[in-house]
């Protein structure tokens, strides 16, 4: 079937499950396959640890030195396993947090986990920190905070052999359609609590179906069990610039503050950003979003769990 590609390419093509706003192509990875190499520049080399910001954290973390970091590694800019045998992840998420780990002088105990399953337990403290591309909502933050490092967003895409959609950025123009998306996310709440648009507007509403594993929701689009997938700006953006994909990227709807997720409270916000922030100005932060062609989500400044931008 036209257009139409392997379960395994799919899974590794489709995005990771959150947040914000890209570059139109990124300049770093040349395909998303299973496969694909990750840049091989590693701009967070030369970083040493920062004796002030060491400061900021709690005695016991300084004195054992190592930190409980929680990733969802979904796919490409934000993270990814370029080399599946390894299972060493790459990413804008990993760099981001592998400068913070080296600025205080901590070494990540990363653990793989589901993005359903990380925000809970961190709670629960299970976890110290965790990363997976996570946006900044105001219901996050009545129980979880946020160290920002990023701005990304949800948007919308499409098939490229369906011309059945221009630009899209408002949720009444997905009526009569179906919309897939990832469980757990941003995108199925906003979804499922604005659905009065199209029976506002006289239209039939569209429908949303929710996928668990991410590689499904792609392969639901090329065999057109789906017409739409609403997920990150970034994600998506990634997607259209390979032309394996057969995706096209159809607009921005809302734009998310994305930042390192934290229990309520926790004791490790000030240096964390204090460490994102030395990352901006020391210029590393750039080559980062740089090396992964997402320099239009580009923050001035970190901050500690700000309001939802309306």
Same mark, same amino acid.
Request: hydrophobic content about 40%.
């Given at each position: 079937?036209?257009?139409?590609?392997?379960?395994?390419?799919?899974?590794?093509?489709?995005?990771p +499950?959150?947040?914000?706003? *890209?570059?139109?192509?990124?300049?770093?990875? !040349?395909?998303?396959? =299973?496969?694909? /190499? @990750?840049? %091989?520049?590693?701009?967070?080399?030369?970083?040493?640890?920062?004796?002030?910001?060491?400061?900021?954290?709690?005695?016991?973390?300084?004195?054992q030195?190592?930190l409980?970091?929680?990733?969802?590694?979904?796919?490409?800019?934000?993270?990814?396993?370029?080399?599946?045998?390894?299972?060493?992840?790459?990413?804008?998420?990993?760099?981001?947090?592998?400068? +913070?780990?080296?600025?205080? *002088?901590?070494?990540?105990?990363?653990?793989? !986990?589901?993005f359903? =399953?990380?925000? /809970? @337990?961190? %709670?629960?403290?299970?976890?110290?920190?965790?990363?997976?591309?996570?946006?900044?909502?105001?219901?996050?933050?009545?129980?979880?905070?946020?160290?920002?490092?990023?701005?990304?967003?949800?948007?919308?895409?499409?098939?490229?052999?369906?011309?059945?959609?221009?630009?899209?950025?408002?949720?009444?123009?997905?009526?009569?359609?179906?919309?897939?998306?990832?469980?757990?996310?941003t995108?199925?709440?906003?979804?499922?609590?604005?659905?009065?648009?199209?029976?506002?507007?006289?239209?039939?509403?569209?429908?949303?179906?929710?996928?668990?594993?991410?590689?499904?929701?792609?392969?639901?689009?090329?065999?057109?069990?789906?017409?739409?997938?609403?997920?990150?700006?970034?994600?998506?953006r990634y997607?259209?610039?390979?032309?394996?994909?057969?995706?096209?990227?159809?607009?921005?709807?809302?734009?998310?503050?994305?930042?390192?997720?934290?229990?309520?409270?926790?004791?490790?916000?000030?240096?964390?950003?204090?460490?994102?922030?030395?990352?901006?100005?020391?210029?590393?932060?750039?080559?980062?979003?740089?090396?992964?062609?997402?320099?239009?989500?580009?923050?001035?400044?970190?901050?500690?769990?700000?309001?939802?931008?309306?």
């Amino acid at each position: 079937m036209r257009g139409r590609l392997s379960a395994a390419v799919l899974a590794a093509l489709l995005l990771p +499950v959150l947040a914000g706003c *890209g570059a139109d192509a990124p300049s770093g990875p !040349a395909a998303a396959g =299973a496969a694909s /190499p @990750a840049p %091989s520049d590693d701009v967070t080399a030369s970083l040493k640890k920062n004796p002030a910001l060491a400061e900021l954290l709690p005695e016991d973390v300084r004195a054992q030195g190592t930190l409980r970091i929680a990733s969802y590694v979904g796919a490409p800019p934000s993270a990814y396993f370029p080399d599946t045998s390894s299972r060493r992840p790459a990413g804008l998420d990993i760099d981001i947090a592998e400068g +913070v780990g080296k600025l205080l *002088g901590l070494r990540l105990e990363r653990q793989d !986990a589901s993005f359903e =399953a990380i925000l /809970p @337990a961190l %709670s629960s403290g299970k976890y110290d920190v965790g990363t997976g591309n996570f946006g900044v909502t105001d219901e996050r933050r009545k129980t979880l905070d946020f160290v920002t490092y990023i701005n990304d967003g949800q948007g919308f895409a499409v098939r490229k052999d369906d011309t059945s959609l221009g630009k899209v950025t408002r949720l009444d123009q997905l009526c009569g359609k179906a919309v897939g998306t990832s469980a757990g996310t941003t995108f199925e709440a906003t979804l499922n609590s604005q659905k009065s648009v199209c029976a506002d507007a006289g239209k039939k509403p569209y429908t949303v179906q929710v996928f668990s594993d991410n590689g499904a929701i792609l392969t639901s689009l090329q065999q057109g069990r789906i017409d739409v997938v609403m997920s990150t700006i970034n994600g998506l953006r990634y997607q259209a610039s390979q032309p394996a994909a057969g995706v096209t990227f159809l607009g921005e709807f809302h734009r998310l503050d994305v930042g390192f997720a934290f229990a309520k409270g926790s004791p490790l916000l000030k240096a964390f950003q204090g460490a994102v922030n030395e990352l901006i100005d020391n210029g590393t932060y750039g080559r980062i979003l740089t090396k992964w062609g997402t320099q239009d989500s580009a923050i001035e400044e970190s901050l500690i769990s700000p309001p939802e931008t309306k």
